[in-house]
Structures are given as structure tokens and as C-alpha cells.
């Protein structure tokens, strides 16, 4: 399966996701699986990055006398860079394994064939509810990782410097602007996109047998990962020529 | 003059270089029982995926009510399919559904019934398997019979014009084998299908058939009744059938 293949299930996706019947009840249905399945894994490492980003950068703050710029920098970068791509490859992880592995096994099964030879398509279905739950669900999520990380933040500043909760929130507020969280927490709607995509199309054309479905799951990470960093790249020098 | 149902012009298909069909024609008339024999690995499933477009062959034709399946639009393969019941070898049953969910999705994904209808037709399905019991039942908690019989239903359950039957008893133990070949006997009687039924159960196809034909190496080489078939001084019909003859 190559790049090419991959385009073509874009296209394919584009072409069927604005059309009717739209499928509510799924789109939801898939959304509140995957944000329930992630919740426990992205509640800890966004409140693990808080904490360690304070910790770490506040010694070398110190050095140049900068300690009272903590609580932006933390925030800052949280919002902007590690908050979404750190969240997204957790949801890579977690979700498009699954969704490779959901569809590999239902196509190895013949459940996908059994779809189609009953007068439903099994790609509106299947592939695009779950690409639209997955586009969705990422944003939300990645809100909650930020927010917890600046929580996280709070704490450790807390235990070294005894810093009040009036002056951190203060901070943030000032630091945060609205060319930070747009482009930040906007990004992670083509992650959602990716995640859901390269699931969907390693799952739904897994080989046959089990080992088929092992390889999509795999493979669906490992890619979904990689195209994750290579689009951070690019939308970040995208969003720095919109929003200096 | 019996009406034809399903023709088949002259198929062939290959995966890579091997030859799976080879020019295989026959027709199917409306409401006859056809059977197709031949040993693993002759093409069975790849002739029946062919007749439904989850294949495409690489050369021939497919009619189905005189339509080309492989020649009209989406639109009209699906209501094509609509038409046309599809028991799976698996069952394929759809694991994240229970039983009722996996017989009512046809239902309501193709057709306009109110819930009420739906409900009832999937109570009558379930009836006509009689497996009115494993209604909440999830797939992973059926037996492999169990899960043949709710193939079966689902398949049955939006009335179609033509069944294809994917090897509907492999795998099941000889009672179960005949209780599953009498309850698809007995369903086509009541709804007036015609079926297309693939297997190397002679058991199966003795309470099933009309006709049967057999494929040898990707080709259609015998075609008659399954007791002249079953009688035939060919060598290779003499060992195919003679090996597990069962009396019922």
C-alpha cells in the first residue's frame, strides 16, 4: 500500500463525507469511545509535562534571572507546541492502533464484505465516522492536556517558589494570546484527521489473517506518528507567517 | 420457459499468475436450487464474490435479473443487492452488535419499516432458525452452529430474490450439518428464493439440491443432477463424491 493509495482514500473520504445520509448518531457514538479511551492516558502525561516543564526550566531560568517568566513559558509552550503534538501522538497510539486493528479484524472476518453485499457502504460507515469523530475529538482533547499541563505547571511552582494562584493565573493570561491557542489547539484537527485516516486505511485494507491485522495496527501508529511531525513542521511555519 | 435468474458468460479471474477461473459460464433459473462442488482451492467463493462485484473479474460477465453487475452504476448495484442474501462462510456476523442489532441492521439501513415492524421481522427471523433466545446474545457468545443459523437469518430476514450460500456447513458436526441444510431447504420453500449454494458436503447438497455442477482447476467440467453426478464412472466425480457419501 503506498502513498498514492493513501491519497486516493483522501479523495475517497472528501468525496463521501459531505454527502447524505449523515451518519450523527455514529460520528458521537465513536467520539465519546475514543475521548473516553484516551482520558486516563492524556490526564497524565499533560499534568506529567506541567510539572517536569516547570521543574526543568526553572534552574535555568534562575541562571539569567528570569524566574518570573515561568508561568508564561510554561503555558506558552504547552499551548502552542507540546501540548498538541504531545497529545496527538498519545492519541496515535491509542486510537489509530484501534481503529487499525477494529477494521483489519472486520475485514479479515469477511464483516466488511458482509456490509457491502447487504447495500451498505461499508466506507461511509466504518472509515468516515470515524475520521470525523477522530478530526473532532483531538481539539477537545488536546484543550484538556493544556489545561492540565498549566495546572501541573502551577503545582511545581508551588513547592519551589510558593507562588500564589492569583499571580500564576495572572500570568498565564497576560502571556497567552489568541495567535496562541488558534493555531495551538486548531493544528490538532488535521492530527485528529491523520490519526483517523491512516487507521482507517491500514485497517480497512489489511491483508488477510491475523497477521494482517497485527501489521495494520502497527503500521497505523508508526505512520500516523510520523505524518503528525512532518505536518507539525509545516503548519507551524504556516501559522508563524499568519500570526508572527 | 423457466425465467433466468442468474447467467454467467464466460468469468475468468487470476491472482497474480494463478488461475482461479477459467471461461466458467452457467445459468441459475428463478427458483431453482443450484449447487457448485470442487475441491478446495478450485474457486467456489472467488465465482460467487464475483457474482455479487466483492471481486471483479478479469474477463465475463455477471447478469442478475438480466443486469450486468459489473457494468451499471453504484445507484443500481445497490439496489441490486438489496435483493440479494449473502450467508458468509464465517457468518460473518458483525461482533460489535448484538444478535437483534445485527438482524435489524439491514432492515433499517436499506428499507423504511418502523421499529415495531423492525422488531417483529426480527422476532420472525429469529423463529425461522429457532433462536428466538440469543435475541440479546452478543456473537462472540454463540456457538459456531448458532452463529450459521443467525448468518442465516440475517441473510433471510429483508426476503431476498437470490441466496448465495458460501459453504453453509463447513466446520459443523454431521447433525448439525443436516439441521442447517433442512432449514435452508424449508426457508426457500417458504420464500420462493433461488439459491446458489457452494459446497463439498455431499450431505448438504443431497437435502438441498436441484441441480449441481463441479469445478475442476478453475473450470466448469460436470453439470446434472446430483444422482447422476453422484453415479458418474469419471474418475475424478468417482473420488470427489465416493469419499464421503453419507445415506440420509
Given amino acids: 500500500m503506498g502513498v498514492g493509495q493513501l491519497f486516493e482514500f483522501c479523495f475517497r ?80 497510539g491509542r486510537v489509530s492502533s484501534g481503529i487499525g486493528a477494529e477494521l483489519g479484524s472486520m475485514r479479515v472476518t469477511e464483516q466488511i464484505d458482509a456490509m ?66 488558534i493555531p495551538g489547539i486548531g493544528k490538532t484537527f488535521f492530527f485528529g484527521f491523520i490519526v483517523g485516516i491512516v487507521g482507517a486505511f491500514k485497517g480497512y485494507n489489511a491483508d488477510k489473517g491475523t497477521e494482517g491485522v497485527g501489521k495494520a495496527s502497527t503500521t497505523s501508529v508508526v505512520l500516523s506518528s510520523l505524518l503528525i511531525l512532518v505536518t507539525d513542521t509545516v503548519l507551524v511555519k504556516i501559522t508563524l507567517w499568519i500570526w508572527p | 420457459m423457466a425465467i433466468e435468474m442468474v447467467k454467467i458468460s464466460h468469468i475468468s479471474k487470476a491472482f497474480d499468475d494463478f488461475v482461479v477461473l477459467d471461461d466458467v459460464s452457467l445459468s441459475v433459473n428463478h427458483g431453482e436450487n443450484l449447487v457448485v462442488f470442487g475441491k478446495s482451492g478450485t474457486g467456489k467463493s472467488v465465482l460467487l464474490k464475483c457474482m455479487v462485484k466483492l471481486l471483479v473479474p ?69 423463529e425461522m432458525v429457532s433462536l428466538e433466545h440469543a435475541v440479546d446474545k452478543m456473537p462472540s457468545e454463540l456457538s459456531g452452529g448458532m452463529r450459521k443459523r443467525i448468518g442465516l437469518a440475517r441473510s433471510i430476514i429483508t426476503e431476498p430474490k437470490l441466496m448465495l450460500y458460501d459453504e453453509p456447513t463447513t466446520g459443523l458436526d454431521p447433525i448439525t450439518t443436516k439441521e442447517i441444510s433442512r432449514l435452508i431447504r424449508d426457508l426457500q420453500n417458504e420464500l420462493k428464493m433461488t439459491s446458489i449454494i457452494i459446497t463439498h458436503d455431499l450431505a448438504c447438497a443431497q437435502i438441498i439440491s436441484d441441480r449441481a455442477v463441479v469445478l475442476e482447476k478453475g473450470k466448469l467440467k460436470y453439470e446434472g443432477s446430483l444422482k447422476e453426478l453422484t453415479a458418474s464412472s469419471d474418475p475424478f466425480l468417482h473420488d470427489f463424491f465416493t469419499s464421503d457419501i453419507i445415506e440420509d
Fill in chain 1, 116 to 181: 457491502e453485499v447487504s447495500a451498505i457502504d461499508p466506507f461511509r460507515y466504518l472509515v468516515v465516522t470515524r475520521v470525523v469523530a477522530c478530526s473532532f475529538i483531538l481539539p477537545v482533547l488536546t484543550l484538556y492536556v493544556v489545561f492540565l499541563a498549566i495546572f501541573g505547571g502551577y503545582l511545581a511552582m508551588i513547592l519551589s517558589q510558593g507562588m500564589s494562584l492569583q499571580l500564576y493565573v495572572v500570568s498565564v493570561v497576560e502571556a497567552i494570546r489568541f495567535g496562541d491557542i
Fill in chain 2, 58 to 126: 478479469d474477463a465475463g460477465e455477471v447478469f442478475i435479473e438480466g443486469k450486468n453487475v459489473h457494468t451499471i452504476s453504484n445507484a443500481e448495484l445497490t439496489e441490486l443487492r438489496k435483493n440479494i442474501g449473502f450467508l458468509f462462510q464465517s457468518a460473518a456476523l458483525y461482533d460489535s452488535m448484538s444478535v437483534s442489532e445485527n438482524l435489524a441492521f439491514p432492515l433499517i439501513r436499506n428499507f423504511f419499516f418502523t421499529k415495531q415492524e423492525v422488531e417483529a421481522k426480527v422476532k420472525r427471523a429469529l
Fill in chain 1, 13 to 92: 473520504f472528501l468525496k463521501n463525507v459531505f454527502l447524505p445520509p449523515y451518519e450523527f448518531h455514529e460520528i458521537k457514538k465513536h467520539m465519546d469511545e475514543l475521548g473516553v479511551k484516551t482520558l486516563p492516558i492524556v490526564s497524565v502525561t499533560g499534568f506529567i509535562i506541567g510539572v517536569v516543564l516547570a521543574m526543568q526550566s526553572e534552574p535555568i531560568l534562575a541562571r539569567f534571572g528570569a524566574e518570573s517568566v515561568l508561568p508564561a513559558m510554561v503555558s506558552l509552550s504547552v499551548v502552542r507546541e507540546l501540548g498538541p503534538v504531545i497529545t496527538a501522538l498519545i492519541f496515535a
